[in-house]
């Protein structure tokens, strides 16, 4: 079998079962196997592939036929131009979130800040930031052993592990420091909500990363109240919160003395992110 033919067979079991990224899918399955860009398939479309590749390609099409990840069977995914590793242990890392990372840059660009990432998952936010700002200093916090484990490889991957530390910590346990930016991804979806997600979030991304309890805010909350004690003066609380959460979120900030400065909109122009200091 040629490199074409094993794309089109797995391009039409994945169409047949309803995946729409069918196509993409396929392409990006092989050019992993093969370790070959996805452009140099197309130009190697008639090289022949060995029955071992053929094996493993169709393993990893009939995982992504039970709608596993493509991030998970890969292990990895793109974020901020930068490959991160990941695993079920963490969330995938997705484009909305690039978007906080896009504005927290542009409003700390030349400072030297010393930033706290609370529930760091795979380390995106915090290792992409620092991968800009090339004088800041992090620490990423997750309640996960297993989540940390994924940001340290990717700390150092990126060679970044002189700039960030990652320990397995409860926000709650985080005193005696003062940052100048404390940035969260926070889970956010309310819990009777879960049971609506796609087959691929709701089966298989960590379930702690996802709830955030009956109204969607819990660790919201705990994130706003905490950040006031561990702020510097003039520091700033970075949030990525949910679709229709702004104006709880909103109160909730300046009922704790907090002024929002910059609301960032995902690309259907919902209100995504915001940015607060005190």
């Known amino acids: ?8 067979y797995g391009s039409k079991i994945l169409k047949n079962n309803k995946i729409k990224t069918n ?6 399955i092989l050019s992993n196997l093969l370790k070959k860009k996805k452009e140099n398939l197309i130009i190697n479309s008639k090289e022949k592939v060995s029955k071992s590749t053929i094996d493993n390609f169709n393993k990893l099409i009939t995982r992504r036929l039970k709608r596993e990840p493509l991030a998970y069977i890969l ?3 793109e974020f901020w131009s930068k490959i991160f590793y990941v695993n079920r242990s963490t969330l995938i890392p997705r484009p909305e979130t690039e978007l906080l990372c896009e504005s927290i840059i542009k409003t700390l660009k030349n400072r030297t800040p010393y930033i706290l990432d609370v529930g760091t998952g795979t380390g995106c936010i915090l290792l992409s930031i620092l991968s800009e700002l090339k004088k800041a200093r ?21 060679d970044l ?22 940035v969260s991804n926070p889970p956010y979806i309310r819990t009777c909500d879960i049971k ?15 709830d955030g309890g009956k109204d969607g805010l819990d660790v919201i909350k ?11 003066k003039l520091g700033w609380l970075a949030l990525e919160i949910g679709h229709g959460q702004h ?5 909730i900030l300046k009922k704790q003395g907090f002024r929002e400065e910059l609301l960032v909109k995902d690309y259907q122009d919902n209100i995504r992110c915001i940015l607060a200091r005190l």
Not at 1 to 8: G, N, R, Y
Not at 140 to 149: C, Q, R
Not at 222 to 232: A, E, N, Q, R, S
Not at 247 to 251: A, G, N, Y
Request: proline share 1%; aromatic share 8%; net charge positive.
């Open 1 to 8: 079998m040629i490199i074409s033919e094993l794309l089109d």
């Open 23 to 28: 196509q993409l899918d396929s392409e990006l």
């Open 222 to 232: 705990k994130v706003i109240y905490k950040t006031k004690t561990i702020l510097k």
């Open 247 to 251: 104006r709880k979120v909103s109160k």
């Open 161 to 182: 592990n002189k700039r960030a530390k990652f320990f397995s910590k409860s926000f709650n346990d985080i005193y005696g420091y003062k940052f100048d930016l404390i």
């Open 138 to 158: 992090g620490v990423g916090i997750d309640i996960s052993k297993k989540a940390i484990e994924v940001a340290k490889k990717n700390s150092r991957n990126l």
């Open 75 to 77: 292990k990895q995914k």
């Open 196 to 210: 609506n997600l796609s087959d691929d979030v709701r089966k298989f991304e960590p379930k702690i990363a996802l």
